[in-house]
């Protein structure tokens, strides 16, 4: 797909999470925000995948670790065509496939795992990208994880894991946007030297822009050309891009906003969208 249908759907998919947060009233805006384009470049140019045939056992698996961020997710899939887009609006509702947290048991297609409980999600992905290996599946693995949960010692251990087993069929990526639920990354418990720790777990880094569609393909495609060793792609984003007053603010993490701050919210995308379309 071309660079600039890429941005339009990034566009819409961005439009969308602020939409069906506004709706439910809850959730969590900074960190869906800021892993659009990391997400709009997999299921739109990198991704094997069949909407139709949610369950192909030789697809891809989208590992979705921090599932606190599930619009994202949700949004995606639902413009890749795995549900209908107007379901976005039950979000968080009494019933519905869209809880705040993914949950594979409520029959949502493109769900691979339940997520939300942070750190886990790079374990279940070396699990599936050893099955992988021993069926001879040509299947990849994206584990897409958020930088807070990096605080977590489960992934180091996976990351040392996954090292010791030269294991190149799997990619994770790390939305890299320095705040998380209780301040910056470097005050609660700080990553760096973050490039250097993968590396010396024996993970090939890919360092981009992670709002900057060209720079996320390449590194996917770089990814996969990585034999030998797992690929981490560090994607340096904005938490609550798109939206000016949200962005870079850990405030803004888990809050939505109400009234007068949703409307110019959805104003701000709105208007980008159309821009973008051609249309204003």
């Known amino acids: 797909m071309e660079i600039a249908e890429l941005e339009k759907r990034a566009k819409k998919i961005r439009f969308d999470i602020v939409r069906m947060l506004c709706k439910a009233g809850s959730g969590h805006p900074g960190g869906s925000l800021s892993a659009v384009e990391l997400m709009t470049a997999l299921y739109f140019d990198q991704l094997k995948h069949n909407p139709k045939k949610p369950d192909w056992e030789d697809r891809d698996r989208v590992i979705f670790s921090k599932g606190h961020a599930c619009p994202v997710l949700y949004a995606s899939l639902a413009e890749s065509g795995y549900f209908p887009v107007e379901e976005l609006m039950t979000l968080r509702q009494l019933g519905s496939r869209l809880q705040g947290h993914p949950g594979k048991d409520k029959g949502l297609p493109g769900i691979e795992i339940s997520s939300g409980s942070l750190g886990q999600g790079l374990s279940v992905g070396i699990g599936l990208s050893l099955g992988f290996r021993l069926s001879n599946n040509s299947a990849r693995v994206y584990v897409i994880m958020g930088d807070g949960e990096c605080d977590e010692g489960q992934i180091w251990e996976a990351a040392m894991s996954a090292g010791h087993y030269k294991l190149d069929n799997i990619c994770g990526v790390v939305d890299y946007n320095r705040l998380q639920i209780d301040g910056a990354t470097e005050e609660v418990m700080g990553l760096e030297p973050f490039a250097k720790k993968w590396q010396d777990f024996r993970w090939e880094v890919i360092e ?20 030998g060793k797992p690929t981490v792609i560090i ?25 007068e701050k949703a409307e110019v919210c959805l104003n701000e995308l709105g208007k980008c969208l159309e821009d973008l379309n051609g249309e204003g």
Do not use: C
């Not at 981009?208 to 034999?227: S, W």
């Open 235 to 259: 994607a340096h984003t904005i938490k609550g891009k798109g939206v000016s007053f949200m962005e870079n603010q850990a405030s803004w993490h888990g809050d939505v906003p109400k009234g």
């Open 208 to 227: 981009i822009d992670g709002h900057n569609l060209k720079e996320v393909i390449n590194a996917y495609r770089k990814a996969k050309e990585i034999k």
